[in-house]
């Protein structure tokens, strides 16, 4: 039985609009999932202020996803509410941004109806979303440049950030290579990586395998398997499986393939987080 720890109802903006939290619940329990977390999106860079009460739509051109009232209300709200009725269900949020906007990342963390919480970038300071970026139209060192700052904050974010496992490590590759066929060799950041993984297990955090890049032109996990080998290999031992479904169809998709690939990595543990401490299952 795996569990599926990244989900997003159609509180996220960017996910399908039939994606109700009771469908998301029955379509776990129909799976024989151990638990479905729901992980809406909290941009903390774009939170908007309490004064805005409706409910925006999802502009491509700023990232804005949504009001902190609204965020509340339609996803860690109704989720509580549903755990009852749906014994499966997880609350959970995915913070982005988190040290672009500390304070907001905080108050949110603090939030005790929450049994989970995912820390993401998705994208770097004075940057857009790194789904946007036209990588045709960089060269080389450009693309270089942005992978290191990307690496150094996701770094602070491990050291210094309230949450408790690291969602998609190696995001922008799934766009970088997977979109653009631009090959990226991770060396350079290695040092770097092994400092983000170190963090994670001297802090007992975990890190997130991914397996939306399997339903992509990026045809990986995020991370991949060489990465993950690197924090096993690190005494890194957390890990949680996350489809990262924005609609009802997707959800638990390539959490067996990615439990081989865990387990092929030297894991022979998941984790499913209730109370935002972790509970392990046998791959």
Not at 8 to 18: E, G, L
């Amino acid at each position: 039985m795996l569990a599926d720890m990244h989900t997003h109802s159609n509180a996220s903006p960017d996910a399908d609009r039939a994606a109700e939290i009771v469908l998301m619940a029955e379509k776990a329990e129909e799976l024989g999932l151990a638990a479905l977390t729901v992980t809406d999106h909290c941009e903390c860079n774009y939170w908007l202020p309490e004064s805005e009460t409706e409910y925006p739509e999802y502009r491509k051109s700023d990232s804005i996803m949504f009001g902190s009232r609204d965020y509340a209300i339609r996803s860690i709200e109704k989720t509580f509410e549903l755990k009852e009725r749906y014994p499966v269900l997880r609350v959970g949020t995915e913070l982005g941004q988190m040290m672009q906007a500390p304070g907001i990342a905080a108050a949110v963390a603090g939030d005790e109806r929450l049994d989970f919480i995912l820390g993401s970038l998705h994208m770097s300071a004075d940057r857009p979303d790194f789904y946007y970026m036209e990588y045709n139209k960089m060269d080389s060192s450009e693309i270089s440049r942005m992978l290191s700052d990307y690496f150094l904050e996701e770094l602070e974010c491990c050291r210094n950030a309230d949450f408790d496992v690291l969602a998609h490590l190696t995001y922008p590759l799934r766009f970088i290579e997977g979109d653009y066929g631009i090959k990226c060799d991770l060396a350079p950041f290695g040092e770097i990586i092994k400092e983000i993984f170190r963090a994670l297990i001297d802090r007992g955090l975990g890190l997130e395998i991914n397996t939306k890049g399997l339903r992509t032109k990026y045809g990986r996990p995020m991370p991949p398997q060489e990465l993950l080998k690197l924090y096993r290999q690190l005494g890194g031992e957390i890990i949680t499986l996350g489809s990262d479904a924005h609609s009802v169809k997707d959800i638990g998709l390539g959490l067996a393939e990615c439990a081989e690939i865990a387990s092929a990595a030297g894991f022979r543990y998941t984790a499913v987080y209730e109370k935002r401490k972790p509970r392990f299952i046998r791959l």
